[in-house]
């Protein structure tokens, strides 16, 4: 440091005291310059105890921040100062051929917001890892055997409640008399039970199986698919091809996928799509996030790519299991509308092909109404645009699926906007949906 200073002063160019000045700042000194015009210009700098004791150490460069030729070292010095952790987490002399074992979840650090770790993602692991189980289900006809069906699961609750996908442990043809079938449970630690499916739904292809065991077990907590974005890190655990205790990573590719974009009919669903390999047995196994909680349920990939998988997101699957606990079953209001979101573009386009279109800046529209539904006895029309529903103003459809919950039978007024300026208020009275929709 004071080599560097004694250079600085021999300098009389400008740049070398803006220099000097912006190392004074970063190490929170104190720089007083005095200008002589016959011993020249005196610098002294005042540095704090606590930065003198840290200035015998060699700087650290934490990794990814590494000079480059055509960088300016003092550019990036405020950057690397920010990114010094105060107290080294391994000797300078670390042998990094030593062993590493990931710290239990009770006693790992959360991993940084900034970057990624050197052991952030085996920390996640670590902490879902004992609470994933391998799930297997015999399938046969008039007692001949025809083989297994594979797949993963989560243990949620320390009453051996497993999340997992319908798809994995019912059969979908005959699912109401499957829905208690038997299922063999495979722990991480070896442990084996029987299991029994629960719950299952056939929309959401979310099913809930239980096992009973008289020592403890781990459990996984859920957390927010809604604090997801495009981009963040994520993890896939489960049993490929009957691998069990396979970890495969990636990032969030898009947290709101809809079931149209795949071709999937039927109810409206989102997914969340991500990059990491799934295979034939990922099915019901968890997604995670570098926290190591559950943000969603892998339940499918498109077999003529790679890096697209798909997974429920958690905050469905909470919905869903609410329903399971509260009904037994999920219950889903029906209305007999097809909807569109409407946003600028859309609206100009509609606005240039009819002047009288509603004069809206947001809402609903309403393209059709199926005869005989909630909706057409409710008195709704085509060309309706949905603006307030139950007394919230609605600009999207999942804000309208949020609103009726699962309130069949309950009268809701809706507020429409139609063409000439004509604003009217419906009541409508939801009705349960046919499971097989």
């Known amino acids: 440091?004071?080599?560097?200073?004694?250079?600085?002063?021999?300098?009389?160019?400008?740049?070398?005291?803006?220099?000097?000045?912006?190392?004074?700042?970063?190490?929170?000194?104190?720089?007083?310059?005095k200008t002589n015009p016959d011993a020249g210009t005196t610098i002294s700098l005042a540095i704090p105890e606590s930065v003198k004791e840290s200035l015998s150490l060699p700087w650290q460069i934490p990794q990814g921040l590494i000079h480059r030729p055509d960088q300016s070292l003092f550019g990036n010095?405020?950057?690397?100062?920010?990114r010094v952790s105060p107290k080294s987490e391994a000797p300078a002399n670390a042998n990094d051929d030593e062993e590493r074992v990931p710290v239990e979840a009770s006693d790992s650090p959360k991993p940084s917001s900034g970057y990624l770790g050197r052991d952030t993602i085996a920390?996640?692991?670590?902490?879902?890892?004992?609470?994933?189980?391998?799930?297997?289900?015999?399938?046969?006809?008039?007692?001949?055997?025809?083989?297994?069906?594979?797949?993963?699961?989560?243990?949620?609750?320390a009453d051996g409640t497993i999340l997992t996908c319908a798809h994995v442990v019912v059969d979908f043809q005959n699912i109401r008399q499957s829905s208690k079938g038997r299922v063999d449970v495979t722990l991480q630690d070896g442990r084996t039970f029987e299991g029994v499916v629960v719950n299952a739904d056939l929309q959401s292809d979310i099913a809930l199986v239980k096992i009973k065991s008289k020592t403890p077990l781990p459990t996984a907590k859920l957390g927010f698919s809604s604090k997801l974005c495009p981009g963040d890190w994520v993890i896939a655990?489960?049993?490929?091809?009957?691998?069990?205790?396979?970890?495969?990573?990636?990032?969030?590719?898009?947290?709101?996928?809809?079931?149209s974009d795949l071709g999937l009919g039927g109810i409206r669903r989102e997914y969340l799509q991500t990059d990491c390999a799934i295979n034939a047995g990922n099915s019901g196994?968890?997604?995670?996030?570098?926290?190591?909680?559950?943000?969603?349920?892998?339940?499918?990939?498109?077999?003529?790519?790679?890096?697209?998988?798909?997974?429920v997101?958690?905050?469905?699957?909470?919905?869903?299991?609410?329903?399971?606990?509260?009904?037994g079953r999920v219950i889903r209001p029906w209305l007999g509308l097809k909807m569109i979101e409407l946003n600028k573009m859309i609206l100009a386009q509609l606005k240039e092909r009819d002047p009288m279109f509603p004069d809206v800046e947001r809402g609903i529209l309403v393209p059709t109404v199926i005869p005989g539904s909630p909706a057409d006895r409710a008195g709704f029309k085509p060309g309706d645009v949905v603006v307030r529903f139950d007394g919230k103003p609605v600009e999207t459809?999942?804000?309208?699926?949020?609103?009726?919950?699962?309130?069949?039978g309950k009268r809701m007024q809706?507020?429409?906007?139609?063409?000439?300026?004509?604003?009217?208020t419906l009541e409508i009275i939801p009705e349960e949906a046919n499971p097989d929709m």
């Open 237 to 259: 655990v489960g049993c490929p091809l009957s691998l069990q205790n396979t970890i495969t990573a990636g990032i969030v590719s898009c947290v709101d996928r809809k079931s």
């Open 397 to 408: 459809i999942k804000e309208i699926i949020e609103i009726i919950d699962d309130r069949v």
């Open 1 to 33: 440091m004071m080599n560097f200073l004694r250079r600085a002063v021999s300098s009389s160019k400008q740049s070398s005291l803006i220099r000097i000045v912006a190392v004074a700042t970063t190490t929170s000194g104190i720089v007083y310059a």
């Open 77 to 82: 010095i405020a950057a690397f100062s920010s």
């Open 313 to 327: 997101p958690i905050d469905s699957v909470s919905k869903i299991i609410e329903h399971f606990k509260k009904s």
């Open 285 to 311: 196994g968890p997604l995670v996030n570098l926290d190591g909680e559950v943000i969603g349920v892998n339940i499918m990939k498109v077999l003529a790519a790679d890096g697209l998988g798909f997974s």
């Open 123 to 157: 920390n996640a692991a670590a902490r879902i890892g004992p609470a994933v189980v391998n799930l297997s289900v015999p399938q046969g006809f008039y007692g001949i055997s025809t083989g297994k069906s594979i797949g993963s699961g989560t243990i949620i609750d």
């Open 414 to 424: 809706v507020v429409v906007e139609r063409s000439n300026k004509e604003r009217v």
